[in-house]
């Protein structure tokens, strides 16, 4: 099973930052938070992965809390392109572990 | 840089039938992972490949199997088709360290009539 909860939908206008929350109250010590996204009839895309410091891409910012039990994906300017199935998955720091998806948030982008 | 690619896009087979499909990983992985996708749901993992044996299994029935080859491409075979094995499957490919994430390809979508 997943270890992670997700809102199941959300809207966000276009131009505007988009927030993703996640919560993995269970994530031990060795485990890192991953995002990737799913665009209709498309593999998944990764976005952004970390431990427990704040990373930031191209793409988007991973905002982990200091006791690493939720963390937030931000889109900064949200595009219509960006309307997508938002994973959040934590996995461990073994070699060879899969990455356990769950059902994500389905984010609109509305112009 | 070619990413992982996935063949056939598309494919329609009887009940009963066998498939074949077929991922080459993004240059410079060794790792291969598949995933069945139903309708509406995440990715679920069947099995990954490494050195060219199957390091880890998913909660997928023994007529799923694979391979990988020494160029570190994968196949996926499934027997006895089911009509619940339509689904899209996904090849992933990973670099041979502990935190590498995994890469995509766009799937085969499999119907099964």
């Known amino acids: 099973d997943a270890k992670t909860t997700q809102p199941p939908s959300m809207d966000c206008a276009e131009g505007r930052a988009a927030n993703l929350p996640c919560n993995h109250s269970?994530?031990?010590?060795?485990?890192?938070v991953y995002w990737y996204r799913q665009i209709h009839s498309q593999g998944p895309q990764y976005i952004i992965h970390g431990l427990k410091n704040n990373e930031t891409n191209e793409m988007a910012s991973l905002i982990i809390t200091e006791d690493r039990k939720s963390s937030t994906l931000i889109l900064p300017h949200a595009t219509l392109r960006d309307t997508a199935v938002y994973y959040c998955?934590?996995?461990?720091?073994?070699?060879?572990?899969?990455?356990?998806f769950g059902p994500g948030t389905r984010l609109s982008v509305l112009p | 840089d070619a990413g992982v690619t996935q063949s056939p896009t598309h494919l329609i087979k009887t009940r009963g039938q066998q498939v074949t499909l077929r991922c080459s990983p993004k240059?410079?992985?060794?790792?291969v992972s598949w995933y069945q996708q139903a309708l509406g749901q995440g990715p679920q993992f069947i099995f990954q490949y490494y050195e060219e044996e199957e390091r880890q299994r998913g909660n997928f029935p023994d007529r799923f199997s694979g391979h990988q080859f020494p160029n570190y491409s994968s196949e996926l075979n499934v027997n006895a088709l089911l009509l619940g094995d339509s689904a899209l499957y996904l090849c992933?490919?990973?670099?041979?360290?502990?935190?590498?994430?995994?890469?995509f390809g766009n799937g085969t979508r499999l119907t099964v009539t």
């Open positions: 992933a490919s990973s670099e041979g360290d502990h935190n590498s994430p995994l890469h």
């Open positions: 998955i934590v996995r461990p720091y073994n070699y060879g572990q899969n990455f356990v």
């Open positions: 269970t994530i031990s010590g060795n485990e890192y």
């Open positions: 240059s410079g992985h060794d790792t």
